[in-house]
C-alpha cells in the first residue's frame, strides 16, 4: 500500500491509489487527498421515485438496431467484458483494500473546492503574441535548504514557453509563474508549448532519447466540449507527432491512452500506429470505480462504459531482434488496472507498472506526451502541463 499499487492475490489485476504513487515524486511536499479525489466520494443519492415523478416518467425508447461501427465496437467489449468482470471481482472479494477505498480522500482536515476562476487557462497564455516574454521563476524548497543547509536561494528565471524547464535537484523546486505558485518535483523536467513547436523536444542524439512514452491526446470528444473541460484536436493532427525521433537508439515502448469510440480504435491501428512506426503489442484497461467499489456506471452502458484503454505497442530501434527486446517479459493482452478517478480525463500515473516491458538500460529516459501534470524523473510536454501543479493542490509534509 506504500507504493500505492496493491496487487491482489494470486491475480494479475492491480489497484491503484495514484494520490500515493504521485506522492513518491515528493519529499516535501504531498498531493491532498481532496484535491485529486474531487469526484465518486459522495453518497449515491435514495432512488426513491414519487407520484407525481412516475407520471412523467416517459416510456422508453424501443433501442434501435446497431450500425456496422457500432457492432464492432460491442464485438470488442464483449471480448474483454470477461476480464472486466473478473478484474471488479477480485476488487470486492479484498476487504481489507474495500474498508480503506472510503479512506483514500482522507487528509489533513484540509477540504478542496474546485474553482475554475482561480486557474490560468495555460492554452490561452501560450497563444498570445507576449508568451515567448513570460518567464517561470524557480527556486529551492525552504525546507530542503534548511536541512541541507544550502545558503544559496537565488530564483532561477527561465522562459516559460518553449524551452525545457529542469529541477535537477533531489528535492521538489517552487515556482512562482504571473502571480500563481506551483510544486515542481524533484528530478522533473517539462517543455510546455503547443503541438507545432514540438519538434524543440527531440534529443540531439538519439542516444538520448525515451524508452517509455505516455501519450494522453486530446481527442475529439463531445462531452469534453460540452462541458469546457479542455480543447481537443482532430485525429489527423497526432499523425505529425515525431515518435521515432523521440524514442531512445534502442527502441521504446509507446503507451497511447484511448477511449471506446470504435473509429478511434481503427484510426490508431490503421493510421496512427503504423504512421509512429510503432508495433501493436496489447491493450491493457483502467476500469472505474466509485469509493464504495462499485463501478462508476453500469459495464454495458454503451456510450459511457466505465473503462479506458491503453494501447501498447514497441518502437523498435536499430535492430527489432535486439537483445533488450529479447531479454523482456512479455506484455500480457488485455491486463486490468483499477482506480477511483480524479478530475476529468485525469489519467492514474502507470508509469511503474509499465516498468518491467521497458526497452534498453536503466535508468530509463520517460516522457509523457499532452501531460498535465508533473512526475519526478519524467520529462513532460503540453500545452497545460502545470495544471495540476499549483500550490493549492498540495499541502507541505511535516518536516
Given at each position: 500500500m506504500k507504493s500505492g499499487i496493491y496487487q491482489f492475490e494470486g491475480s494479475s489485476v492491480v489497484f491503484v491509489d495514484p494520490v500515493r504513487v504521485l506522492n513518491l515524486s515528493y519529499s516535501h511536499f504531498r498531493v491532498t487527498p481532496s484535491s485529486y479525489y474531487s469526484r465518486f466520494f459522495?453518497?449515491?443519492p435514495s432512488a426513491r421515485v414519487s407520484k407525481i415523478q412516475r407520471k412523467r416518467k416517459r416510456k422508453e425508447k424501443t433501442p434501435r438496431p446497431l450500425n456496422e461501427r457500432e457492432q464492432a465496437a460491442d464485438e470488442r467489449h464483449q471480448r474483454v467484458k470477461h476480464f472486466l468482470l473478473k478484474a471488479h471481482e477480485c476488487l470486492l472479494e479484498a476487504n481489507d483494500l474495500l474498508i480503506n477505498l472510503g479512506k483514500l480522500r482522507v487528509d489533513d482536515g484540509r477540504t478542496f473546492y474546485p474553482n475554475s476562476t482561480d486557474e490560468q487557462s495555460f492554452v490561452e497564455l501560450g497563444n498570445v503574441w507576449q508568451a515567448p516574454l513570460f518567464e517561470i521563476s524557480l527556486h529551492l524548497n525552504q525546507d530542503y535548504r534548511l536541512t541541507q543547509g544550502v545558503q544559496n536561494c537565488e530564483k532561477r528565471n527561465l522562459p516559460a514557453f518553449g524551452s525545457l524547464v529542469a529541477n535537477e535537484t533531489n528535492s521538489d523546486m517552487e515556482a512562482d509563474f504571473l502571480n500563481h505558485e506551483y510544486i515542481i518535483p524533484k528530478q522533473s523536467s517539462f517543455y510546455m508549448s503547443d503541438l507545432k513547436q514540438i519538434h524543440g523536444l527531440?534529443?540531439?542524439?538519439?542516444?538520448?532519447?525515451?524508452?517509455l512514452i505516455v501519450i494522453d491526446p486530446p481527442w475529439e470528444n463531445g462531452s469534453a466540449n460540452q462541458k469546457l473541460k479542455y480543447p481537443t484536436l482532430p485525429s489527423r493532427y497526432f499523425l505529425s507527432i515525431p515518435i521515432k525521433r523521440l524514442a531512445h537508439a534502442d527502441g521504446a515502448l509507446v503507451a497511447l491512452w484511448v477511449t471506446n469510440k470504435e473509429k478511434l480504435r481503427i484510426?490508431?491501428?490503421?493510421?496512427?500506429?503504423?504512421k509512429w512506426g510503432v508495433?501493436?503489442?496489447?491493450?491493457?484497461?483502467?476500469?472505474?470505480?466509485?469509493?464504495?467499489?462499485?463501478?462508476?456506471?453500469?459495464?454495458?452502458?454503451?456510450?459511457?462504459?466505465?473503462y479506458e484503454c491503453l494501447v501498447l505497442g514497441?518502437?523498435?530501434?536499430?535492430?527489432?531482434?535486439?537483445?533488450?527486446?529479447?531479454?523482456?517479459?512479455?506484455?500480457?493482452?488485455?491486463?486490468?488496472?483499477?482506480?477511483?478517478?480524479?478530475?476529468?480525463?485525469?489519467?492514474?500515473?502507470i508509469g511503474e507498472m509499465l516498468r518491467e516491458y521497458i526497452p534498453g538500460l536503466e535508468p530509463a529516459h520517460c516522457l509523457e506526451l499532452f501531460a498535465r501534470e508533473l512526475l519526478g524523473g519524467w520529462t513532460s510536454w503540453g500545452n497545460e502541463l502545470l495544471r495540476f501543479q499549483d500550490s493549492?493542490?498540495?499541502?507541505r509534509k511535516d518536516r
Open positions: 459522495e453518497p449515491t527531440i534529443p540531439v542524439k538519439n542516444e538520448h532519447g525515451f524508452n484510426f490508431v491501428e490503421n493510421d496512427l500506429f503504423p508495433k501493436y503489442i496489447a491493450t491493457h484497461y483502467w476500469l472505474k470505480v466509485k469509493a464504495d467499489g462499485s463501478l462508476i456506471s453500469g459495464l454495458d452502458l454503451f456510450h459511457h462504459r466505465p514497441y518502437c523498435y530501434g536499430k535492430d527489432e531482434d535486439s537483445e533488450y527486446f529479447s531479454k523482456l517479459k512479455s506484455i500480457p493482452d488485455c491486463q486490468v488496472f483499477i482506480s477511483i478517478p480524479g478530475d476529468y480525463s485525469r489519467k492514474p500515473p493549492r493542490y498540495f499541502s
